[in-house]
């Protein structure tokens, strides 16, 4: 018979709270929740509880909320909220555990972790995974100690990544694997059935926290690395250019190399401009965007404060978009 363990469990997006649903609906007790505070989101900056903690709530679960942990008065208020826990279990938390946390639980700390580790440790894996092209990524169970994500591994499985992923669709998918692979190894870490594997550091590879202005397309890249970016930077911070003082959205699109378009402007074509072509392979008009290497054909745009919008409808309504050129020149 598998042990009811009591677990106290640490995240803040979406990503943990499709695993803390998972726990909750396993033998095993969650003891208590550990999140980050709510803060403003959205357009009108309404303060808003991280997803972690709306499904605490919704399961009845006690919820503790803390900005950092440090200083004596939080780790004593920690203690005493998971005291009755024999581990705890941390996913995408958004903080680094001091060592006096570390050393709580009898049966130390575990870490879900959405990469297949010593790649991509840090904070965007899932992001980086899609926007260097990668076929596949996966899950780490890893038990923590002080470095950032260097603990030793206890489980990994790989997980596929389409060729139209986005962060969003590859953060879920990798949410649902690894609640699977969180049950398989919980009980048999407490049973000692498992040796932790130290990780290779000669083969780590980091990655940081994506800032908003990653965004911000540079049209002499690549077409196929910015299109990778509309799907990697989804949803946040999302890609962006200018135009007529305006910032425009990208939401989806498609690449295009220079054999696969025909148009009928003798010209010369600078990355960023925008032009009508005729595809070869579908015989149909798009509007298409010059890049530093083939074109970019969007498929979903958002002007700011509009709403999203197919690009045929777009077009209806914004027809002197077609020869303008992007990235702050009207």
Request: hydrophobic letters at 45%; one cysteine or more.
């Amino acid at each position: 018979m598998q042990k009811k363990l009591k677990i106290l469990f640490m995240s803040t997006p979406e990503f943990g709270a499709t695993i803390l649903q998972a726990l909750a609906s396993s033998s095993h007790q969650v003891v208590g929740v550990v999140t980050q505070p709510d803060r403003p989101a959205g357009r009108k900056n309404r303060l808003t509880a991280p997803p972690v903690k709306l499904v605490a709530e919704q399961l009845g679960l006690p919820v503790m909320q803390v900005e950092r942990l440090r200083g004596s008065e939080i780790l004593t208020k920690l203690a005493e909220f998971s005291r009755e826990a024999d581990i705890f279990v941390v996913a995408a938390f958004g903080m680094l555990l001091p060592g006096a946390v570390l050393e709580m639980p009898r049966l130390q700390c575990l870490n879900v972790h959405g990469s297949l580790l010593p790649e991509y440790r840090g904070a965007s894996p899932v992001a980086q995974a899609v926007l260097d092209g990668r076929s596949e990524t996966g899950l780490t169970i890893m038990l923590m100690e002080k470095g950032l994500d260097t603990g030793p591994m206890l489980a990994k499985k790989a997980v596929p990544i389409a060729n139209d992923e986005t962060q969003s669709s590859l953060m879920q998918k990798l949410a649902e694997v690894g609640a699977e692979l969180l049950l398989e190894t919980l009980p048999l870490w407490a049973g000692g059935q498992l040796v932790a594997e130290p990780q290779d550091s000669s083969q780590a590879t980091l990655t940081g926290i994506i800032k908003k202005d990653a965004g911000q397309i540079n049209w002499h890249e690549p077409a196929a690395l910015i299109e990778r970016k509309t799907r990697a930077y989804n949803p946040w911070p999302g890609v962006f250019t200018n135009w007529n003082d305006q910032l425009l959205k990208i939401l989806r699109a498609e690449v295009l190399s220079q054999n696969e378009v025909n148009f009928d402007q003798l010209q010369t074509v600078i990355p960023g401009q925008t032009l009508l072509a005729r595809i070869d392979k579908t015989g149909e008009e798009r509007l298409i965007i010059a890049t530093g290497d083939g074109f970019l054909a969007p498929g979903e745009l958002q002007l700011a404060g509009k709403k999203a919008v197919n690009i045929k409808d777009f077009l209806q309504g914004q027809k002197s978009i077609i020869g303008a050129q992007l990235g702050g020149q009207s």
